[in-house]
């Protein structure tokens, strides 16, 4: 269910200045490699990013991670020159593996594997992510959402944040009635010095810890896109929701949160009864 195009105004618009911001980096060059994933908005900035392909006449040397139709429609057309497929989203991107010489099954260690030499993610450029939350500090959060419980797996996200020379996480700023951009999330899955920018409707937020954030900035400034700060996301976010009640939870430990590496970055603790 998560792998479908948009047709929401809001999100349609966030996947669109997410591909602004890779359109407008230096990285963004004939052989730029990119890994998009399977959300909604993530598919959407595919699409305009075949379109700031085309436009500008580049081709990406491979596109990387969870593969969807539209990316096999960017390899169909010349814009992608390789396909690296640790996991196939949909059925056209799983019969492409078969029949289109250039779209090529990895193992999730030639993907993802920080202690090998020959780690796709490592060699990537940019990496679009979903996220439930973001803090103040750029942690994100994919694993527990407003309510505290798990909605799913960690997936991929620390990886391609860590891996990928420019990270953007791309969400709105309230979903319903809960705020997105949070002064801290409620799981830290992502590291925020991992993430180059967080791109919503209202605005797009640079890390200043992160290592790109001079180049990203300067080349932002050459565009008409809107530059805030996480703190001003935040802010709006709360006016617009009001404040949460904090989550209360018990002392048990029912998940440890592993990084990339085997380091235990957070826990995740019961959830006290109503």
């Known amino acids: ?28 060059k004939e052989g730029y490699s990119f890994q998009t994933g399977a959300g909604a908005i993530s598919i959407a900035c595919t699409k305009y990013l075949a379109d700031r392909a085309r436009e500008k006449g580049i081709k990406a040397s491979f596109a990387l991670g969870g593969i969807t139709s539209v990316i096999v429609d960017m390899y169909d057309e010349g814009l992608v020159r390789v396909l690296e497929c640790s996991q196939s989203f949909d059925a056209v991107a799983a019969k492409a593996i078969y029949d289109r010489p250039g779209v090529r099954e990895i193992d999730n260690a030639d993907y993802a594997n920080p202690f090998s030499k020959g780690c796709f993610l490592n060699n990537l450029n940019f990496g679009v992510l979903a996220a439930l939350e973001v803090d103040t500090d750029f942690n994100v959060n994919i694993l527990t959402g407003s309510s505290g419980q798990m909605m799913g797996g960690l997936g991929g996200g620390p990886d391609v944040a860590c891996g990928a020379d420019i990270s953007i996480v791309a969400l709105p700023i309230i979903r319903g009635r809960t705020p997105s951009i949070v002064k801290k999330v409620f799981t830290v899955c992502t590291p925020g010095e991992t993430v180059a920018c967080v791109v919503t409707q209202a605005g797009i937020a640079l890390n200043p810890k992160h290592k790109y954030y001079a180049q990203l900035k300067e080349d932002l400034a050459r565009t008409n896109l809107k530059i805030v700060t996480i703190e001003e996301l935040q802010q709006l976010a709360e006016s617009l929701t009001g404040t949460p009640k904090p989550i209360e939870t018990t002392d048990r430990v029912v998940a440890i949160v592993e990084y990339r590496d085997g380091t235990v970055v957070d826990v995740i603790r019961q959830i006290k009864p109503a």
Do not use: Y
Not at 3 to 22: G, H, Q
């Open 1 to 28: 269910g998560a792998a479908r195009l948009t047709k929401n105004p809001r999100d349609l618009l966030i996947a669109e200045r997410a591909a602004d911001v890779i359109a407008a980096s230096r990285l963004f």
